[in-house]
DNA sequence: GGATGCTTAATTTTT
DNA sequence: TTAAGCATCC
């Protein structure tokens, strides 16, 4: 193992390898190279079977990227190395042997998204009789996932109960374990409380998996929870060869009950814990670096450390106001055109935000110059009806106990099943303790269930595409979008074939994939941008999802007040500390130049918003800051944009239109001033005005 | 049971 | 702005 790239720190970290061992890391101090080549060093120095070592990472993109890492150092022994997250690593353990039977579900369970935790929780409170509008559907469902994360089971949280509200909400929370189990559902938050929960009942099933992994490495610990923490803990105590890595000053998940302490408490836990500092950052300028260590110093709860580089002083970072929102993307826009035509590619740069809503306005942007671009860790695609309807019958075919897809799906396509049928067999169902299918027995439903029986004979004889294929026509759903001959149809029968490109490229990448693996390889890796091949696009992503990448230029979109900071965070010092190691974690990712944007005004939930710069930007000195704020120049250019057309242009059905900001549509319906016009995903159909200096006849 | 239209709430962040 | 929930009518 070629250790001389690595500096005496590292090569200590690498080397160390008799107990417990806390890393703190900068960040860009190589600590993925330290945990890559420590991974390559147990198994080719020290002769560890790669089948003992357990990597978790944060996020499934880290996982992969590790794996591909320690390949590259090692070769197929790699392959051997169980490196995942927490969560698929709870689904692995989940599946193996009979563990899951030993926690009282089959074998077959499937895992419900948040989304689908939602519409559980909506039907208990109805069933309840308690008023969504007291009890918020949502609120309930932070509300159980955070007991989940601090470990606390109904009957653990009833001792803290003391309102009306918790007393309801624990019921529901009760209600809500009791549903999934019947349904043998499991959530996110269950994916590391019932290993836990496993491991605790079963003495032998522990040791198995302690005698397993000798030797644990766990990234981003900053960001572990309580489950986490000791779902972890568990696993290493009998060798105590655990090793984390992680950075007080980039955590930030406290929303998800993630807790930076369990960092400053390993040394508490393991006695004998050896501590290595990583304070040399190799990925940015030192303006760069600079601004960071100027933005995190406001904080007041943090470790003290100092992170230095050698690299060279670079440009100083680019400050922008823009006018508005647009103004803010076509600034970004335009200065992407210019890296890219001196040289720089699509995929080294990344355009980052605080919050998801945002990228709509850039995407948009970019569209309009054609320029390449993914939006990374979206999960809008598989969020979408037609994806989540055929999904929900790719479920019940693999567990038809499944009650939420089983709900979702038997009255789509319309089967003139309605909710008097619904609660004939919920109360069956009930009664007996079956599934809501398996009470089927008369009527139109018998119709349906043939329909699934029929799907369940054939899934193992074909592969997943051609299933897919199956289950639109037998359901139903083709012929359903086909007869409607809207433009909505339209995209989602398009949606639908591209669903169909992803099982494809699954089946060309790893040969044929079984129904199960692919179920429970989607419900924990939701970004479909993971399984495309064309690389060189530009990077759009949330701050949150970018942790643990790096790219030469990094834009930093709605740095203002109210937004990042976010307006939730304002009112507690704890939140806004949070929001600041977000900060934090955005600079950081730069390596060559960083662009800091806000825009003056800025359309928030359909109304204008006027937003002062964020207090992040005047936490940085100032003679580290370009800064260019042209905004009375943009102000008289929107007002030119704003002016209508003099002349009346004549719009008819079928005619194609230009939009300057939608692209090409058709005209669909023509009034007195507005003409209706059809455009693509994701614009649908737009209602505009005839004369409007935007649109064009083409 | 299903279609239509009105009111209102929602946007932090992810596995 | 948009989506979801509810009331009303067929």
Redesign the pocket.
């Known amino acids: 193992m070629d250790l001389t790239k690595l500096n005496d720190e590292q090569l200590k970290a690498v080397k160390y390898n008799d107990g417990p061992l806390l890393i703190i890391a900068g960040a860009g101090s190589g600590k993925t190279r330290v945990l890559t080549v420590k991974i390559a060093y147990l198994i080719e120095n020290i002769h560890i079977s790669p089948y003992n070592i357990l990597a978790i990472t944060f996020?499934?993109k880290a996982a992969n990227e590790m794996k591909e890492r320690v390949h590259n150092l090692i070769g197929s022994d790699a392959d051997f190395i169980q490196i995942s997250?927490f969560?698929?690593f709870g689904v692995r353990i989940l599946r193996e042997k009979d563990n899951a039977k030993l926690l009282g579900y089959d074998k077959n369970f499937s895992i419900v998204d948040?989304e689908d935790s939602l519409v559980v929780i909506?039907k208990i409170l109805k069933e309840l009789n308690l008023d969504?509008?007291y009890y918020?559907p949502?609120s309930l469902r932070n509300k159980i996932s955070s007991l989940k994360n601090d470990m606390l089971m109904p009957d653990d949280y009833e001792k803290y109960t003391a309102s009306d509200y918790e007393k309801a909400c624990l019921n529901v929370y009760r209600k809500y374990q009791k549903k999934l189990k019947e349904g043998n559902l499991v959530d996110?938050d269950d994916l590391l409380l019932l290993p836990i929960k496993l491991f605790r009942e079963n003495k032998k099933v522990l040791e198995y998996y302690q005698e397993r992994f000798k030797y644990i490495l766990i990234d981003e610990y900053q960001d572990t929870n309580e489950a986490q923490y000791k779902f972890s803990k568990m696993l290493a105590s009998k060798y105590r060869n655990i090793t984390v890595v992680g950075d007080d000053s980039q955590c930030i998940y406290g929303?998800?009950g993630s807790n930076y302490k369990n960092i400053l408490n390993f040394e508490k836990d393991y006695k004998d814990a050896k501590t290595i500092l990583l304070e040399e950052n190799y990925r940015s300028t030192t303006n760069i670096l600079d601004a960071a260590n100027d933005v995190i110093k406001h904080n007041k709860n943090k470790k003290d450390k100092s992170l230095w580089t050698k690299n060279e002083k670079g440009n100083k970072i680019k400050y922008y106001r823009a006018y508005n929102e647009k103004e803010e993307a076509r600034y970004v826009v335009r200065k992407i055109k210019e890296l890219v035509s001196s040289g720089v590619n699509y995929e080294d740069i990344a355009i980052l935000y605080r919050?998801?809503?945002q990228s709509r306005v850039l995407e948009e942007e970019i569209l309009k110059d054609n320029l390449p671009y993914k939006v990374v860790?979206s999960f809008y695609f598989y969020s979408r009806k037609e994806i989540k309807d055929l999904i929900a019958y790719l479920r019940l075919i693999y567990n038809e106990k499944d009650n939420v897809s089983f709900l979702r799906v038997i009255?789509y396509p319309?089967r003139?099943i309605?909710?008097?049928?619904i609660e004939q067999l919920t109360e069956k169902a009930d009664k007996e303790g079956i599934s809501l299918y398996e009470a089927i027995d008369s009527g139109k439903e018998l119709e349906f269930k043939k329909i699934i029986e029929d799907l369940k004979k054939v899934k193992d004889n074909v592969t997943l595409t051609e299933l897919i294929d199956k289950v639109l026509d037998a359901s139903g759903i083709r012929k359903e979008l086909e007869s409607e001959k809207t433009l909505e149809a339209e995209i989602r029968l398009e949606n639908l074939e591209e669903f169909k490109s992803i099982t494809r490229g699954f089946e060309e990448k790893e040969g044929l994939i079984s129904l199960e693996d692919f179920l429970f390889e989607i419900s924990?890796v939701?970004d479909k941008e993971e399984y495309s091949t064309d690389n060189n696009r530009i990077n759009l992503m949330?701050i949150?999802?970018v942790k643990g990448l790096e790219f030469d230029y990094v834009f930093v979109v709605g740095v203002e007040e109210g937004l990042f900071p976010?307006i939730?965070?304002l009112m507690d010092e704890k939140?806004l500390e949070e929001e600041r190691r977000l900060c934090y974690v955005a600079i950081t990712r730069a390596k060559k130049d960083l662009y800091l944007i806000n825009a003056k005004r800025r359309v928030?939930?359909?109304n204008d918003e006027i937003n002062p710069p964020s207090r992040f930007i005047g936490e940085i000195r100032e003679e580290l800051l370009d800064a260019n704020t042209e905004i009375e120049k943009q102000e008289e250019k929107i007002k030119d944009e704003e002016i209508f057309r003099d002349e009346e242009v004549d719009y008819n059905v079928g005619d194609y239109v230009y939009h300057e900001t939608f692209g090409t549509g058709k005209v669909v319906e023509v009034t007195e001033t507005l003409v209706s016009v059809a455009f693509k995903h994701p614009y649908g159909v737009k209602k505009l005005m005839k004369n409007h200096k935007k649109l064009s006849k083409i």
């Open positions: 996020t499934n997250t969560h698929s948040s909506k969504p509008k918020n949502r996110f929303f998800r919050t998801n809503a860790g009255n319309k003139k309605g909710p008097k049928t924990l939701s949330t949150h999802s976010h939730n965070s939140d928030l939930f359909g």
